[in-house]
């Protein structure tokens, strides 16, 4: 025990420390279920490569692992409709997703397809043609359905956090140079 403080003094900092935590908690939770499940967030960049073959790279799943540094492991599921369906493992965890939409070379629609987890939506990929190659716009239509990862995903993580890792990693990848906005 500490020649400077009390046993008693010690306990008592630390059932108010337990307080103080227990009210934040609380806090982020009320504030959290406040906020609206559904949010809608979009990011924009350009790509040296034209509409047909990045839509290609989008929708080779298979092939993610080799350019996209956040991802551990795919699992390929059977096709939904002709479709890829997957399982994608990042350090965050396994997510399955389907493509819902695929309309080549401007157009595809990736949802989450498990409706047990915290979070769900959908990301729409916009390829548009541009001088260098395309745009790409991806607009994600979320929803988090945990009032505690609400709050985080509002005011901590952001709601474009994954997609500008997303972006981050295709830029990253030899040919492309660095990101253009």
Same mark, same amino acid.
């Given at each position: 025990?500490s020649?400077?403080?009390?046993?008693?003094?010690?306990?008592?900092?630390?059932?108010?420390?337990?307080?103080?935590?227990?009210?934040?908690?609380?806090?982020?939770?009320?504030?959290?279920?406040?906020?609206?499940?559904?949010?809608?967030a979009?990011?924009?960049?350009?790509?040296?490569?034209?509409?047909?073959?990045?839509?290609?790279?989008?929708?080779?799943?298979?092939?993610?692992?080799?350019?996209?540094r956040?991802?551990?492991?795919? @699992? %390929?599921?059977?096709?939904?409709?002709? *479709?890829? $369906?997957?399982?994608?493992?990042?350090?965050? !965890?396994?997510?399955p997703?389907?493509?819902?939409?695929? @309309? %080549?070379?401007?157009?595809?629609?990736g *949802?989450i $397809?498990?409706?047990?987890?915290?979070?769900? !939506?959908?990301?729409?990929?916009?390829?548009?043609?541009?001088?260098?190659?395309?745009?790409?716009?991806?607009?994600?239509?979320?929803?988090?359905?945990?009032?505690?990862?609400?709050?985080?995903?509002?005011?901590?993580?952001?709601?474009?956090?994954?997609?500008?890792?997303?972006?981050?990693?295709?830029?990253?990848?030899?040919?492309?140079?660095?990101?253009?906005?």
């Amino acid at each position: 025990m500490s020649p400077f403080w009390p046993k008693e003094m010690i306990m008592r900092w630390a059932v108010w420390i337990v307080i103080a935590l227990a009210a934040i908690a609380g806090m982020v939770a009320l504030i959290g279920s406040r906020l609206p499940k559904a949010h809608t967030a979009t990011r924009t960049t350009k790509v040296k490569m034209p509409p047909d073959a990045l839509f290609t790279l989008l929708s080779d799943v298979d092939n993610y692992k080799t350019w996209r540094r956040d991802v551990k492991h795919v @699992e %390929r599921l059977p096709d939904r409709d002709g *479709r890829p $369906a997957w399982v994608e493992e990042t350090s965050t !965890g396994k997510i399955p997703l389907f493509f819902e939409r695929m @309309e %080549r070379p401007s157009l595809l629609v990736g *949802r989450i $397809a498990d409706p047990t987890l915290s979070f769900g !939506g959908a990301w729409t990929y916009r390829l548009t043609p541009t001088a260098g190659g395309s745009e790409l716009s991806i607009t994600e239509d979320g929803e988090v359905y945990n009032p505690i990862f609400r709050f985080m995903s509002r005011f901590v993580f952001g709601y474009t956090a994954t997609m500008d890792t997303f972006i981050k990693h295709l830029q990253a990848r030899p040919g492309e140079g660095s990101p253009a906005r």
